[in-house]
């Protein structure tokens, strides 16, 4: 690792003051090389700075900011999570497990034990691709300045089956696949502790928008809270995760679905695809297909397949659209 | 952390309260509360409380095993290269480095944890247990008895991260299944394939403890 210098921070406006830029910034040509990035868990900013890609001069630490471990729930609110909470802690709280199971099933499957106790949620929503070629300060890629994406002619079998023109990477927090079926809520705090609330839908950002980024924080900003609403009526959700190894491995394909049902029939659901696209991914032809309906095999099945219609694979990842269409009819299943 | 910033600026608070004074002495009385006023925002000036630690070497402590120690450290330093090369404790093992493996898993306050993504100066007041204080008064942890009976080991390099997980589930679990035993080793990868070696261990050395 480079040298730097390290900051703890006792409050979000002392962070915020700190710092100057975003994790994404320092891996862009021509970073600054007065650098100063935020520091949670530290999983992925360690992981980039190991592998060369990002040289901060100062981390800034908001893991000990008092506060920001909290989970509290409110009838109205809904469910309210700090910034710092842990994948562990999400994975082990009880009402998370009883009224919202994919986001629970989703931590469960995460990573390893000892990452889920040190892994935030906060700097899950914020972790750079996985993309092997972005990983690699030796490729020149798309995402980090050049006009070539060499996941396109490459090695591509875990790479994006849709929107895959710009940038094949896929968005790597499986959290995210949970979180944007449930509608969440980032809650964001700026500079002089002003607070936005950006919904999950508005939170992520596609290549082709802005290659330098995969969300829409800015180097004065901190994800303080994710909020999730309260459950209308009988919502039923479930996740699915396939990958090559039952633990600690990365999704090849996962799926969350939250719907409001009324016994077997489906008033609507959310349908969100992880490790398919560079964002999560919502697939409103698979929400359709379901909306209204008894939700069974024939129902299940058609959702499936409406998600893959448009699906452009690549060389390697044409495997991936009948793991899709797979684990959504599951997923969807799972719910009756 | 309090201690840290005492030790990265500790002279020169000296030095200004004596040429304050020295200042002072030589003025008629007005002056002298003028200049020793003087003093007092000089001092505001010179020392914010900056709590900025390195990047050159800092010296922190860390209790590991039960022992207070002193490290001179950056703060780019890990927590497994900290007990590997300065406190040379090499029991904790980094294999990918990158925390993939679990190799080098030790306890923060009784958590597993992983020490190549820790840095060192993070540590702060958490207690820090390595393989190395897991026996007690020159006897093994039952665990490790086990893991010897069990030929639990082959190379022996994810076995310190293996025996830390593990033994962190018979603290929490006195009666754990075989499923148990998986989540809890889930993380820890062993290219040898001792798995079924490390499972039988870790639920005999439940059943012995």
């Not at chain 1, 990958?243 to 349908?271: H, T």
């Not at chain 2, 590991?64 to 890990?78: C, D, H, M």
């Not at chain 2, 310190?160 to 889930?186: F, Q, W, Y």
């Given at each position: ?85 842990t994948l562990d802690k999400i994975a082990t709280n009880?009402?998370i497990k ?5 986001l629970h099933q989703a931590a469960e499957k995460a ?5 889920r ?220 | ?209």
């Amino acid at each position: 690792m480079n040298k730097f210098s390290f900051y703890d921070a006792t409050s979000i406006e002392e962070a915020l003051e700190k710092v100057n830029s975003t994790v994404s910034s320092t891996i862009q040509p021509g970073a600054s090389e007065q650098a100063s990035v935020l520091k949670a868990g530290g999983i992925d900013l360690l992981d980039l700075i190991k592998e060369g890609l990002s040289k901060p001069e100062k981390i800034v630490s908001i893991r000990n900011i008092p506060g920001m471990d909290e989970v509290s729930y409110d009838e109205k609110k809904g469910l309210s999570l700090g910034a710092n909470v842990t994948l562990d802690k999400i994975a082990t709280n009880a009402r998370i497990k009883e009224d919202y199971l994919a986001l629970h099933q989703a931590a469960e499957k995460a990573a390893t034990p000892q990452i889920r106790k040190m892994a935030t949620l906060g700097g899950n929503l914020a972790q750079r691709t996985r993309c092997w070629y972005f990983r690699s300060m030796y490729h020149d890629c798309f995402r980090k300045g050049s006009s070539v994406c060499y996941a396109q002619p490459g090695e591509n079998q875990y790479h994006a089956i849709v929107m895959n023109e710009d940038c094949a990477s896929v968005h790597s927090s499986s959290l995210s696949t949970a979180l944007m079926a449930f509608d969440a809520a980032i809650e964001i705090t700026g500079q002089g502790g002003k607070v936005k609330v950006i919904s999950i839908h508005d939170f992520f950002v596609l290549p082709s928008v802005d290659r330098t980024r995969e969300s829409i924080l800015e180097a004065n900003e901190i994800i303080t809270a994710v909020i999730i609403p309260s459950a209308k009526g009988e919502t039923k959700s479930h996740y699915i995760k396939m990958g090559e190894r039952e633990s600690n491995d990365w999704p090849i394909a996962d799926v969350a679905v939250v719907a409001e049902l009324n016994e077997d029939k489906c008033k609507k659901a959310n349908i969100v695809l992880g490790a398919a696209a560079p964002v999560p991914f919502l697939s409103e032809p698979a929400m359709k297909v379901v909306k209204g309906k008894i939700i069974n095999e024939e129902s299940a099945t058609a959702a499936g397949k409406a998600a893959m219609a448009d699906a452009t694979p690549l060389s390697q990842n044409a495997y991936k659209i009948p793991i899709f269409e797979t684990i959504i009819k599951r997923a969807l299943l799972a719910l009756v | 952390m309090k201690q840290k910033e005492k030790k990265t600026t500790p002279p020169q608070k000296g030095t200004f309260s004596r040429r304050g004074f020295l200042k002072g002495a030589g003025l008629t009385a007005a002056g002298t509360v003028i200049a020793s006023s003087g003093v007092m925002t000089l001092k505001g000036q010179q020392f914010p409380p900056d709590k900025t630690l390195g990047p050159d070497v800092v010296n922190i402590r860390m209790k590991v095993n039960g022992k207070a120690r002193q490290l001179s450290i950056e703060p780019r330093t890990t927590l497994a290269d900290a007990l590997r090369i300065e406190l040379q404790l090499t029991g904790t093992k980094i294999g990918c480095d990158r925390g993939s493996c679990s190799a080098c898993t030790v306890w923060l306050d009784g958590v597993p944890t992983l020490s190549c993504m820790t840095l060192a100066v993070e540590v702060d007041e958490r207690e820090v247990t390595t393989i190395e204080g897991l026996a007690t008064k020159g006897k093994l942890h039952a665990l490790q008895e086990a893991f010897i009976e069990h030929d639990a080991s082959q190379c022996g390099f994810c076995t310190s991260g293996m025996i830390m997980s593990a033994a962190n589930l018979l603290k929490e679990n006195s009666d754990p299944d075989m499923e148990d035993v998986k989540d809890a080793t889930r993380g820890n990868f062993c290219r040898c394939g001792t798995h079924p070696n490390v499972f039988s261990a870790t639920l005999d050395a439940a059943k012995k403890m």
